[in-house]
C-alpha cells in the first residue's frame, strides 16, 4: 500500500466515525506511526509501506475510530513547546494550561526573594535547598517539567527547582518517563495526597496546580471521548468542583513563603466562591485571570508578606 492510499483510507474511516478533521488527523496519525515530520509526509506519500507501518496505520485508525482520543493513540502530545508522553491512567495536558506556567515565571521574575535568600530559608533541606516552584496535581508533569526548562534557561543550578505532587501511580509514571525523556533534571516528584508526601517545613515561592474541578453532574455529562478514557481522579471533584481547590488553598499558607504565590486553574463558574475561600484564608491581591483564550479561568492569590 503507498502512504497517499493509506491516509485517504485512514480519513475515511475517521470521517465515517464521524470525527470533524479527519483528513487532518490521519496525516498526524500516519506521520507519528511512520516517524515521519509533516513536509517529509507529502515528499515520501508515493512510498509503499512495509507491512508493519501499513498494520500500525491500521490499528491505530482504528482505535481513534473507537473513540479513543487522538493524543492517546499518538502516544504524546505537545505542551509549552516540548512533547509529552500521554497514555491511558494520565490526563491529556491541555493548551489553556500552558498559561499556569507563564503565571508562575512571572511572578517568580517579581519575586522579592533572591535564590540566595530562598536557600537559606530552606537551609534545612539540603536536598531542596533552591525549591521555589510547588506543581499540585502534576498529571504527566507538564506544568512542573515546563517551568523547570525555562527556569533551567536562566540558571546554570543541577538542582532541584520544581516540586511536584500527584496521588496517581499512573499518572506519575509518565511524569517521570517524561522527566528522563526529556532531559529535565531539576524536578523531584512525589506520589500522595496534595503537601502530604513534602519534606515537613518546606515552603515555596510559587504553588501551581491544575486539580480535578468539574462537580459532579457536569462530568457525568462529558463526552465518551473524555469521560471513557481520560481518568476520573484527574477531572471529577465534589462540592461544585471545588473540593481539592478547598484543601489546597487551606494547606496553601503553611506551604508559601511570605508573599509567595498560589496559582490554580479552575472553570470560570468558579470565580466568586474561589475568591471567597482565598479571601476567607488570608490571601492579598485575590484573582481570576483569564487562559490564553480569554476565559476566566485561573485563580490567584499571594500569602501576605512576613
Ligand atoms: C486535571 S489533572 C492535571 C494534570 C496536569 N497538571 C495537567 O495540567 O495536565 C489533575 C491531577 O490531579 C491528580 N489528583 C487528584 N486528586 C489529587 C490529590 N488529592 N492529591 C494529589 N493529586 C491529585 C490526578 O491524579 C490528576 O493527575
Known amino acids: 500500500m503507498l502512504l497517499r492510499d493509506a491516509i485517504r483510507e485512514t480519513a475515511a474511516v475517521l470521517a465515517s ?49 473507537a473513540g479513543e482520543p487522538l493524543q492517546y493513540v499518538l502516544g504524546e502530545t505537545d505542551f509549552y513547546g516540548l512533547t509529552f508522553k500521554v497514555g491511558p491512567g494520565v490526563l491529556i495536558p491541555r493548551p489553556e494550561t500552558e498559561k499556569l506556567v507563564e503565571l508562575a515565571l512571572e511572578a517568580l521574575a517579581k519575586f522579592p526573594l533572591s535564590p540566595g535568600l530562598l536557600a537559606t530559608r530552606n537551609t534545612q533541606h539540603e536536598t531542596f535547598a533552591s525549591a521555589t516552584v510547588l506543581d499540585l496535581c502534576t498529571g504527566s508533569g507538564c506544568v512542573a517539567l515546563a517551568i523547570a526548562a525555562q527556569l533551567a534557561t536562566r540558571s546554570t543550578q543541577q538542582e532541584t527547582v520544581v516540586c511536584a505532587v500527584d496521588l496517581s501511580p499512573d499518572a506519575l509514571r509518565y511524569a517521570r518517563e517524561n522527566q528522563t525523556a526529556l532531559g529535565i533534571p531539576g524536578v523531584r516528584f512525589f506520589e500522595g495526597d496534595l503537601y502530604a508526601p513534602l519534606p515537613a517545613g518546606l515552603r515555596f515561592a510559587v504553588i501551581t496546580a491544575n486539580p ?85 479561568r485561573f485563580a490567584v492569590g499571594r500569602a501576605p508578606a512576613a
Open 17 to 65: 466515525a464521524g470525527i470533524e478533521d479527519a483528513r487532518l488527523e490521519a496525516e498526524w496519525l500516519c506521520e507519528t506511526a511512520l516517524g515521519l515530520k509533516r513536509p517529509q509526509l507529502a515528499l515520501q506519500a508515493g512510498r509503499t509501506l512495509a507491512p508493519t507501518e501499513a498494520e500500525r496505520i491500521h490499528a491505530w485508525g482504528a482505535r481513534r475510530a
Open 212 to 296: 480535578p474541578y468539574i462537580a459532579p453532574p457536569l462530568y457525568d455529562a462529558l463526552p465518551h471521548e473524555v469521560k471513557g478514557h481520560e481518568p476520573e481522579l484527574a477531572l471529577r471533584a465534589d462540592e461544585d468542583g471545588l473540593a481539592v481547590f478547598r484543601r489546597i488553598v487551606e494547606g496553601a499558607r503553611e506551604r508559601l513563603l511570605p508573599g509567595g504565590w498560589l496559582f490554580c486553574e479552575l472553570s470560570s463558574e468558579h470565580a466568586d466562591p474561589a475568591r471567597a475561600i482565598l479571601s476567607r484564608h488570608g490571601f492579598t491581591e485575590i484573582g481570576f485571570l483569564p487562559d490564553s483564550f480569554g476565559k476566566p
